[in-house]
């Protein structure tokens, strides 16, 4: 019996052992199990996450792309205008350029107006006919005082009569004066360069330069419409340009997004 309770005992023991490690085993088990839950869930969401970043990812390609395509019909709008603006300015030099030459050459004939002509005109009490008419025409342009021969002759007096005329600009010329002075001075059949410049040396320049204005300034009208289709495109094209520059920086921008994922 002693022997036997000592078998028991040791059996009881191994039992003991055994249980315990089945325990153990048990909870290892367990804590596996909760360790590969985690893990699980750990890779799904890495899984979810990465399957959200693809997403983005072709999203921003798609985007890229698009972006590509609007940059590219940007490209060819601007190169359109720019062509069109090219054309529109030459058309309007070229109708300059056939009467600021006659503008220049004028304003030489005047500069080269001798002092002692215009001081014996000044000098004039009743100047011929052709001379009044002349500087008449000429206050008119400057928007000077014009009703009679004194009134003239003193703006003519003036030193700086004849770099007022130099300098004119054309541009001042309104709708209601061109009228009249193609009414009251171009039309008349003695108002020109040859037969005035016979009445008087100074004169001769004078109302050729006059002519040269009234000439330019038709030619400014008829191409104003001309120079506000010039100046809307330029407007255009400076707008479609930065519309360009923003989508070439938004498709940078979604490169380097791309590039990071």
Excluded at 82 to 92: L, Q
Excluded at 132 to 149: F, G, H
Aim: glycine residues 2%; aromatic residues 4%; neutral net charge.
């Amino acid at each position: 019996p002693l022997f036997r309770s000592a078998d028991l005992e040791e059996q009881q023991l191994h039992l003991n052992v055994g249980l315990q490690k089945i325990r153990e085993t048990v909870d290892r088990v367990e804590e596996l199990q909760k360790s590969l839950a985690i893990k699980k869930r750990d890779l799904e969401e890495k899984n979810a996450l990465a399957n959200q970043k693809l997403k983005e990812m072709l999203k921003d390609q798609q985007k890229a792309e698009q972006q590509r395509e609007t940059s590219k019909d940007i490209q060819e709008q601007l190169k359109t205008k720019t062509s069109a603006i090219g054309t529109k300015k030459k058309i309007v030099l070229d109708d300059l350029s056939k009467v600021e030459p006659a503008v220049e050459d004028a304003k030489n004939a005047v500069k080269s107006i001798k002092k002692q002509h215009l001081v014996e005109m000044r000098a004039l009490n009743n100047p011929p006919r052709l001379v009044k008419l002349t500087l008449e025409s000429i206050c008119v342009l400057l928007a000077e005082p014009s009703s009679d021969w004194k009134t003239i002759r003193t703006t003519v007096l003036r030193d700086t009569f004849i770099n007022s005329v130099v300098n004119f600009n054309t541009e001042k010329i309104s709708d209601d004066m061109r009228s009249e002075l193609k009414k009251k001075y171009l039309s008349d059949p003695e108002y020109t360069f040859e037969k005035v410049d016979r009445a008087s040396k100074a004169c001769g320049p004078l109302v050729k330069w006059a002519i040269a204005q009234i000439n330019y300034a038709d030619m400014l009208l008829s191409i104003d419409p001309l120079k506000n289709e010039l100046h809307s495109l330029e407007q255009e094209a400076e707008v479609t340009w930065k519309k360009g520059m923003e989508v070439d920086q938004m498709i940078d921008s979604l490169e380097k997004s791309i590039a990071q994922y």
